[in-house]
């Protein structure tokens, strides 16, 4: 499991950094999403990766088969924080298009060789 | 209730800010008393805490430091509000720069936009949380705080130039949001903890393979605070997007570059003691800093506009701050935090100072003109074109502005009799004390910046100020005076200078004496071995 689970991030991560480093603003705003997924999926599987586990201890589970809460919680603060500001970074996004009249990252085009 | 002062200067700009959210923008002077209110009762709060109250039974007070458990749950288990000297002095720095830019900018540039008082607030309440807060993934919230704040202001008063510039700034520092959080997950996931005390506790005991994993999350903590610090060769973003950004905003955001060096400090000295991290042990940090400093005086002596100067003279001083922090030992601490108070009151006036003397220009004006139509303000009395401004104007505008630059080139530059050159002088001196070739490349780097940025201030300043066709601009009272707190400020701290040297070497004698952090933060070293 903790293969796939890193060769997912992986993936993720680097498609998000390619698209991060293309000159049309939307296939930024692509990437910085694979890339916070890729974030979140790690903060989660810093917590150690289990199945069946409960994350909050109760009376009858022992103290092995419990699952770290609080990465989870963590998880939940960064996707919360990063919708926001995704968001937020939408709007600027079709504002300097709306300015500019493109969708480069730069404002304008490059020329042409 | 002195038990709950650490925990007001988050609380008060939040119920500002929402207060401010809620009224009416129509309403300007009750928004503008209240937002000046909460940011005096800020100022108060922060100089309390620096006086620090003694005596009062609940607030465990060891050696200075005030620890707030919030909700009350103790430091492992809870989050908590740390209070040392450091952190005090920060906290009266923005709150006295956040005061001085607020009026500034309800002169006139609060109504180029929707919103600036709000966002004003939760940008010192980002800032405030930052300062304050013991916890790494806390400080991360308080990060995103500021900065959600800060992609507002900096956007405030719209233009082609602002939103391009603004992109740029956003995209950099989302991806700097998801390092930290990278970061952040990568030592809980060690050392099973986000106190910054316990991590700093338990980093010694971590296994030898796994102190690698550790000194690699702790490298991309400081490479995040090194984005916000504006060090080489992370620092392309900044001068466009300061020069770009409305005054007031950019004076404020002389701060911003700051608290990446705050964080540095703090995890330098946390988790950098006896077996440090391979990020803070050796000379890279100086050498950083001293690139830093060969870029932003480049960059200086090839500026041609006023504010983008202002934007590079940020970069120096973070450049020289990098520097003396680096420097090996930590003589240089005290008086590296006397400079960086007197760098970010005189870079903050001369942001605010750059606009006043470029207003009557026609780039300048630009902006003001786009967002003046866009926002549909009235001709005549509120528009910022007309020559009959609302408020009262100060007479000898010219004059004031011409002593104000000088005063401020002079601050920023390091020449006595003011603030700037006690610091340097100070600096130098420490850096002195331990001879040797870092110390000799110290004293060049400062001396050689310190001269172009006095090369680069008094030419732009002939231009300005010198130009027989430029019509004299009209000063209020409400912008002029800001300035000339700050500037009076500096000459404070150069009277005070004995005084002021003497605490800030003691506030950085705490802030090396990480141990007497971790115990005020966990009193009781229960669980962990010895």
Redesign the interface.
Same mark, same amino acid.
């Given at each position: 499991m903790e293969v796939i689970f890193s060769m997912a991030i992986g993936v993720l991560a680097g498609a998000g950094i390619y698209l991060l480093l293309r000159p049309r603003s939307f296939q930024v705003i692509m990437g910085l999403s694979l890339l916070s997924y890729a974030v979140n999926l790690f903060i989660f599987g810093m917590g150690r990766l289990a199945t069946g586990a409960v994350p909050v201890l109760n009376g009858g589970v022992e103290g092995a088969t419990y699952t770290d809460p609080v990465p989870q919680a963590l998880v939940l603060t960064a996707i919360v924080i990063g919708f926001a500001v995704t968001a937020l970074f939408l709007v600027v996004l079709l504002a300097a298009r709306g300015l500019a009249g493109t969708d480069h990252v730069d404002s304008h085009e490059p020329e042409q060789e | 209730m002195s038990t709950h002062l650490p925990i007001l200067p988050v609380l008060l700009p939040l119920l500002a800010g929402a207060l401010l959210l809620l009224m009416r923008e129509s309403g300007h002077g009750a928004r503008a008393l209240l937002a000046v209110l909460a940011t005096l009762a800020q100022l108060g709060v922060a100089l309390l805490l620096v006086a620090g109250t003694p005596g009062s039974p609940d607030t465990p007070t060891s050696a200075g430091i005030r620890v707030y458990a919030l909700g009350g749950w103790p430091a492992p288990f809870g989050i908590v509000l740390v209070v040392d000297r450091l952190a005090g002095f920060m906290l009266s720095l923005t709150a006295i720069l956040g005061l001085a830019a607020m009026i500034y900018a309800l002169a006139r540039w609060e109504r180029a936009g929707s919103h600036f008082l709000p966002l004003f607030q939760f940008l010192l309440m980002g800032l405030n949380g930052a300062f304050l807060t013991g916890d790494l993934?806390n400080l991360f919230?308080f990060f995103?705080i500021l900065? %959600?704040a800060s @992609? !507002?202001l900096a *956007?405030h008063g719209? !233009?082609?130039m602002r939103?391009?510039a !603004?992109?740029?700034y +956003?995209?950099i520092n989302?991806?700097a949001? *998801?390092v930290f959080? +990278?970061a %952040? %997950? *990568?030592i @809980?996931?060690l050392t099973g903890t986000?106190n910054m005390a316990e991590v700093a506790q338990r980093m010694p005991q971590l296994d030898a393979d796994l102190r690698g994993l550790f000194d690699l999350a702790v490298f991309l903590l400081g490479l995040v605070f090194l984005v916000k610090a504006a060090a080489w060769p992370l620092n392309f973003w900044l001068p466009a997007t300061y020069a770009a950004a409305a005054a007031p905003v950019g004076g404020v955001f002389a701060l911003l570059t700051k608290v990446g060096i705050y964080g540095l400090l703090r995890i330098s000295t946390l988790f950098g003691q006896d077996a440090a991290p391979a990020p803070f042990q050796g000379e890279w940090l100086f050498h950083f800093g001293l690139i830093t400093l060969a870029v932003a005086s480049l960059g200086v002596l090839s500026v041609q506009k006023l504010d983008r100067l202002a934007g590079f003279m940020i970069l120096l001083s973070s450049g020289l701050l990098l520097a003396a922090f680096g420097f090996s030992g930590t003589r240089l601490t005290g008086p590296g935090l006397y400079y960086l108070a007197s760098s970010v009151l005189g870079g903050g006036a001369l942001f605010m100072l750059v606009e006043l003397a470029e207003r009557n220009r026609v780039p300048g004006n630009d902006f003001l003109a786009v967002s003046a139509e866009a926002f549909g303000l009235p001709d005549g009395e509120e528009s910022p074109l007309a020559e009959e401004t609302a408020g009262v104007a100060i007479p000898a505008a010219m004059a004031f502005l011409g002593l104000a630059f000088i005063t401020c080139a002079v601050v920023l530059a390091g020449l006595p009799p003011f603030s700037g050159f006690v610091a340097k002088f100070a600096l130098l001196r420490a850096a002195l004390m331990t001879p040797g070739p870092q110390a000799w490349l110290f004293f060049a780097a400062l001396l050689l910046s310190g001269l172009a940025g006095l090369i680069a201030l008094s030419r732009l300043g002939i231009r300005v100020f010198w130009d027989r066709e430029r019509p004299v601009p009209r000063l209020q009272l409400l912008e002029a005076g800001p300035v000339a707190a700050l500037l009076l400020l500096c000459m404070l701290l150069a009277f005070g200078a004995g005084p002021a040297l003497v605490w800030f070497e003691t506030a950085a004698t705490a802030l090396h004496d990480s141990g007497t952090y971790i115990r005020a933060v966990l009193p009781t070293d229960a669980g962990v071995p010895p």
């Open positions: - | 993934f919230v995103e900065l %959600a @992609y !507002g *956007l719209s !233009g082609r939103v391009r !603004g992109l740029h +956003i995209v989302l991806v949001s *998801l959080l +990278i %952040a %997950a *990568l @809980y996931g986000l």
